[in-house]
């Protein structure tokens, strides 16, 4: 598609005002109805490239789709990815089976899409990814999921989708990253906070949303991922798209 907003803003337009006013005791972010709310408008402040990735993703899908095979979306959230692929991918036989372990997500999803016209149909379904089966599958979507994963599970997630991959499958994975280069690393993290500034985050907000998550998304470098995944068996695996700290890997199997 052509207009990368129609799929990366879905769902609601509130604003996210999560943390704008100051928080005596900041608990770790979950992905509540809270969160749901303000998600569409959360993502797009927060993550630079995001429409970009979600709009490729789906010619991504396009190209490696294979008849009569599955295209998973995993932690699928409001669906962006879901319905990039769903109006792009025309293959026969095909289906996307989308993921989330958050109910409130998947509810918002279903609602998100359930007027969108795709070519191919969809299954939501509320789950864990590190124990849901992945099989017959020609594409497999992680945007923005892995780094919310225990680090001890990350291993096996991702053995369990290969596994499950047909041979020419593809998965896509995309991440925030950090660099081994203490100062690259600080300069693409002050860049990243300079950009939230200017999608009008405040320094209150953008210090008490880093607290929150500091527990919980856990980045690692492109050369980890990289390495992780031709360890895994991957035939060829690199960074098809990056912004300052997101990155977006391609690994073909």
Not at 34 to 54: C, E, H, L, N
Not at 56 to 77: E, F, K, V, W
Not at 159 to 171: A, R
Not at 185 to 206: P, Q, R, T, V
Request: one cysteine or more; a negative charge.
């Amino acid at each position: 598609m052509n207009n990368q907003s129609d799929h990366s803003k879905i769902g609601s337009n509130d604003k996210d005002k999560l943390f704008a006013t100051a928080i005596d005791n900041i608990n770790d972010f979950v992905f509540d109805e809270k969160v749901v709310a303000v998600f569409s408008d959360m993502i797009d402040r927060s993550v630079p490239g995001y429409a970009t990735t979600i709009s490729m993703i789906g010619m991504l899908a396009q190209r490696y789709a294979l008849p009569n095979t599955s295209l998973y979306d995993l932690g699928c959230s409001l669906g962006a990815a879901t319905l990039s692929m769903g109006q792009q991918v025309a293959t026969s036989g095909c289906k996307i089976i989308s993921i989330d372990n958050s109910p409130s997500m998947i509810s918002r999803c279903k609602e998100n899409l359930q007027n969108s016209r795709m070519s191919i149909p969809v299954s939501f379904i509320v789950d864990d990814v590190t124990i849901s089966p992945i099989t017959n599958a020609s594409v497999v979507v992680l945007n923005f999921t892995l780094q919310f994963i225990a680090m001890d599970k990350r291993l096996a997630l991702l053995q369990n989708i290969y596994d499950g991959l047909q041979h020419g499958g593809i998965l896509i994975l995309s991440e925030k990253i950090c660099f081994s280069d203490v100062h690259l690393n600080d300069l693409l993290i002050d860049l990243h906070h300079n950009f939230k500034k200017a999608k009008g985050y405040s320094d209150l907000e953008i210090s008490q949303k880093r607290n929150a998550l500091e527990n919980v998304l856990i980045p690692e470098t492109i050369d980890t991922h990289k390495s992780r995944l031709s360890t895994i068996g991957f035939s060829s695996v690199d960074v098809w798209f990056q912004c300052m700290n997101f990155a977006s890997v391609v690994a073909i199997k």
